[in-house]
């Protein structure tokens, strides 16, 4: 029943009530084959919204938490669509919580996450198969911490990404590495979480295992230990202390001429 909420609960789109349903397609296609995978784009491909999130260069690991007002929540201007609402309304992202007149939206559920993420990993960067196993061999090679797979897996998934396909600038920035790395852990479903608040700062990105979690900061052209500096000046491990947890801290610093990592430090 767990894994069921897992990938198939999640969806609230009452402010009133706080009760969660299921995705009722996907459940059914889950119950008739026996088999927890994604069954939401059997029903139809999101072109408008991937469309959108290229035309204004979304930063895509903003999608685990989104804050808007209820006005805009409920809004739609032809003229000037925005992409939260439009999210929202279409089932991508849900009702996760509420403070004072801010709504906090992220996705419902494991499915949408990761085949969300594989289409926008499809249609953005033109990805192709290579791509979509590399994503997989850089996964276990987190988990297994295998620090040197980590760095030779990061560097042959943008090689295999041809650039520019992603917004308009002549380099990439920090956004855009953050970005394929977030969306390759997603689309083949690790627990990959960016842009997580702390009373100091956003963490760029986690990626929690049963028995272990990375705490990771990039940086562009600069240093690795930067990264691992600003963690720990941060306090960004705090939240994960007291949970029985290996705490691992790891600072990626990439070239943005040669579009690969300069330097990778661990501690």
């Not at 938490?65 to 279409?90: C, G, H, M, V, Y």
């Not at 705490?247 to 040669?258: A, H, Q, R, V």
């Amino acid at each position: 029943m767990e894994m069921i909420r897992y990938w198939y609960n999640g969806y609230r789109f009452s402010l009133e009530s706080d009760k969660k349903v299921y995705s009722p397609i996907s459940l059914m296609y889950c119950l008739k084959e026996g088999e927890f995978k994604n069954y939401w784009f059997k029903t139809a491909t999101p072109t408008l919204l991937v469309n959108l999130l290229r035309q204004k260069n979304y930063y895509i690991p903003k999608l685990e938490d989104i804050k808007i007002t209820e006005n805009l929540l409920d809004a739609f201007d032809i003229k000037n669509i925005r992409i939260e609402p439009l999210l929202f309304q279409s089932g991508y992202l849900t009702i996760k919580a509420m403070e004072d007149d801010i709504i906090f939206l992220a996705y419902p559920n494991q499915e949408v996450k990761k085949s969300f993420s594989e289409i926008l990993m499809q249609y953005l960067f033109e990805t192709t198969p290579d791509t979509f196993y590399l994503a997989g061999k850089l996964g276990k090679a987190f988990e297994q911490e295998d620090f040197e797979g980590i760095r030779a897996h990061i560097d042959s998934i943008f090689a295999s990404i041809p650039y520019p396909l992603y917004g308009k600038k002549d380099k990439p920035d920090e956004a855009y590495f953050h970005t394929i790395i977030y969306l390759s852990l997603s689309l083949i479903g690790y627990n990959a979480k960016s842009e997580l608040l702390t009373s100091r700062g956003r963490l760029d990105m986690a990626i929690e295992f049963k028995n272990k979690v990375y705490i990771i900061e990039f940086k562009c052209n600069q240093s690795a230990g930067k990264g691992i500096e600003q963690i720990k000046e941060k306090g960004y491990i705090d939240n994960w202390r007291g949970r029985g947890k290996k705490i691992i801290l790891c600072g990626i610093n990439f070239d943005t001429e040669k579009r690969e990592i300069r330097g990778i430090r661990f501690g």
